[in-house]
């Protein structure tokens, strides 16, 4: 059995990463955003002219990975999404199989939107990998 | 001449696609699907090639990374180390195994693998981002019962009023210093280590982008919600069932931060 039959779609995985970046970056106020790898390779990425994708990349990974280790160490469940503010706007980070989703908002983002936005996003991910999660049908059901 | 050379080519064009790839071939090709997050195909083409070269560094630093993207440090590290072996000065392996010391907490052995990786690749960007990022730590992360001690006014919990749905809560100094815990002193030092951790690398990565310093966060996991609240001096993080209503997580949030600081005399 190939590794293609095994899970259907893992051709068109570099696509969807694509296709899924490309949806939050439709949203206002989300000025950019990237696909990265636990390992740090970045998949998939759109940002603002004037930050570097590599060094974020590599941040955007350690901080995922941190809260991942860290709920483990502290026996907590595994982190599905987080965010953190400035005052200058948010970084949103999603959790999947395949690595973290990563999603820049101004300090005028749309929160709660963004937040449904991505658990669609990661629920997409997860499906693409052969595990899917329920996503509330609004943002307001969150 | 030109004629024989004409049937070499077609000759060696037609086996080329009969014969087995190389070792060389299989890497290519694996680093492909890597990058479109095809790891298991990855894998496998690699796990192929290290049969066909074992000793081929290319190979064990893809099966390093691959290792990474599935979450399996041991492995990883040990690939990493046999690229070493070969090249002590190899900036990927070096970045790799200061990324794994990093998920240790061990910032004594993180600060050299970057020093390292840095010293004949000076324009390395992942690895100055997190060198920069780990200069500013006046220390690591203390392990369990080595904590530096928290010299400040005593905190009495009924004067900070956490609420009665919240749990795990604690204050901490962005050195990791607890300031003050709802828990006992091993879960209480463990939490304060990692909410300190969380803080310096989410920080870094909101200056990184341009945002400015951190002031709040939100963590949602499957059966709890964990809330921050941080300045440039303090960290105060608080947790909640998973069904609670974030607006109300902040609110409540807000609310312990401002009697923690009043009760430590800092001005908001």
Redesign the interface.
Same mark, same amino acid.
């Given at each position: 059995m190939s590794a293609e039959s095994i899970v259907p779609g893992r051709a068109a995985r570099a696509r969807e990463f694509r296709r899924i970046l490309a949806e939050m970056l439709k949203i206002d106020r989300v000025r950019g955003g990237l696909v990265v790898a636990a390992d740090g390779l970045v998949i998939a990425a759109s940002l603002p002219r004037g930050i570097a994708v590599e060094p974020l990349a590599a941040l955007a990974a350690t901080l995922g990975r941190e809260l991942e280790v860290g709920a483990d160490r502290l026996k907590r469940t595994p982190f599905h999404a987080a965010l953190f503010s400035a005052d200058n706007g948010t970084v949103f980070l999603g959790s999947s199989p395949v690595g973290f989703v990563v999603v820049l908002g101004d300090r005028e983002v749309n929160v709660g939107l963004v937040q449904w936005a991505l658990r669609k996003a990661l629920a997409t991910l997860e499906g693409a990998w052969g595990t899917a999660s329920h996503v509330p049908a609004t943002p307001e059901d969150m | 001449m030109g004629f024989l050379r004409l049937l070499s080519r077609i000759w060696d064009a037609i086996t080329s696609l009969t014969r087995p790839p190389n070792a060389a071939t299989l890497f290519r090709r694996a680093d492909l699907y890597?990058?479109? !997050?095809?790891?298991?195909?990855a894998a496998?083409l690699v796990a192929q090639g290290l049969r066909l070269a074992p000793s081929n560094g290319v190979g064990h630093l893809l099966s390093a990374?691959?290792h990474?993207?599935?979450?399996q440090i041991g492995p =990883?590290k040990s690939e990493l180390q046999f690229v070493l072996q070969a090249d002590p000065y190899h900036p990927r392996a070096l970045? !790799?195994l200061a990324?794994i010391a990093?998920?240790e907490r061990d910032l004594a052995a993180c600060r050299p693998f970057l020093d390292k990786a840095l010293q004949y690749y000076p324009d390395f960007?992942?690895a100055? &981002?997190?060198q920069e990022?780990v200069a500013g730590w006046a220390t690591t992360v203390a392990a369990p019962g080595q904590s530096p001690a928290y010299t400040g006014p005593p905190l009495q919990v009924e004067r900070l009023k956490p609420p009665a749905g919240g749990r795990e809560f604690v204050l901490a100094q962005t050195d990791g210093t607890l300031v003050f815990s709802q828990q006992g002193d091993k879960?209480a030092e463990?939490?304060a280590a990692?909410v300190t951790?969380?803080y310096r %690398? =989410?920080s870094?990565?909101?200056q990184? &982008?341009?945002? !400015?310093?951190?002031?709040? !966060? %939100?963590?949602? =996991? &499957?059966?709890?919600t964990s809330f921050?609240r941080s300045n440039d001096r303090l960290i105060l993080a608080l947790s909640f069932p998973q069904d609670i209503k974030?607006g109300f997580g902040l609110l409540e949030t807000d609310k312990l931060w401002t009697n923690s600081l009043r009760e430590l005399g800092v001005r908001p």
């Amino acid at each position: 059995m190939s590794a293609e039959s095994i899970v259907p779609g893992r051709a068109a995985r570099a696509r969807e990463f694509r296709r899924i970046l490309a949806e939050m970056l439709k949203i206002d106020r989300v000025r950019g955003g990237l696909v990265v790898a636990a390992d740090g390779l970045v998949i998939a990425a759109s940002l603002p002219r004037g930050i570097a994708v590599e060094p974020l990349a590599a941040l955007a990974a350690t901080l995922g990975r941190e809260l991942e280790v860290g709920a483990d160490r502290l026996k907590r469940t595994p982190f599905h999404a987080a965010l953190f503010s400035a005052d200058n706007g948010t970084v949103f980070l999603g959790s999947s199989p395949v690595g973290f989703v990563v999603v820049l908002g101004d300090r005028e983002v749309n929160v709660g939107l963004v937040q449904w936005a991505l658990r669609k996003a990661l629920a997409t991910l997860e499906g693409a990998w052969g595990t899917a999660s329920h996503v509330p049908a609004t943002p307001e059901d969150m | 001449m030109g004629f024989l050379r004409l049937l070499s080519r077609i000759w060696d064009a037609i086996t080329s696609l009969t014969r087995p790839p190389n070792a060389a071939t299989l890497f290519r090709r694996a680093d492909l699907y890597r990058q479109e !997050g095809r790891f298991e195909e990855a894998a496998e083409l690699v796990a192929q090639g290290l049969r066909l070269a074992p000793s081929n560094g290319v190979g064990h630093l893809l099966s390093a990374y691959l290792h990474l993207a599935f979450r399996q440090i041991g492995p =990883a590290k040990s690939e990493l180390q046999f690229v070493l072996q070969a090249d002590p000065y190899h900036p990927r392996a070096l970045l !790799g195994l200061a990324k794994i010391a990093l998920e240790e907490r061990d910032l004594a052995a993180c600060r050299p693998f970057l020093d390292k990786a840095l010293q004949y690749y000076p324009d390395f960007p992942e690895a100055r &981002a997190l060198q920069e990022m780990v200069a500013g730590w006046a220390t690591t992360v203390a392990a369990p019962g080595q904590s530096p001690a928290y010299t400040g006014p005593p905190l009495q919990v009924e004067r900070l009023k956490p609420p009665a749905g919240g749990r795990e809560f604690v204050l901490a100094q962005t050195d990791g210093t607890l300031v003050f815990s709802q828990q006992g002193d091993k879960d209480a030092e463990d939490l304060a280590a990692h909410v300190t951790q969380v803080y310096r %690398i =989410a920080s870094a990565t909101l200056q990184r &982008a341009g945002l !400015g310093a951190l002031r709040r !966060g %939100i963590v949602q =996991a &499957a059966t709890e919600t964990s809330f921050f609240r941080s300045n440039d001096r303090l960290i105060l993080a608080l947790s909640f069932p998973q069904d609670i209503k974030i607006g109300f997580g902040l609110l409540e949030t807000d609310k312990l931060w401002t009697n923690s600081l009043r009760e430590l005399g800092v001005r908001p």
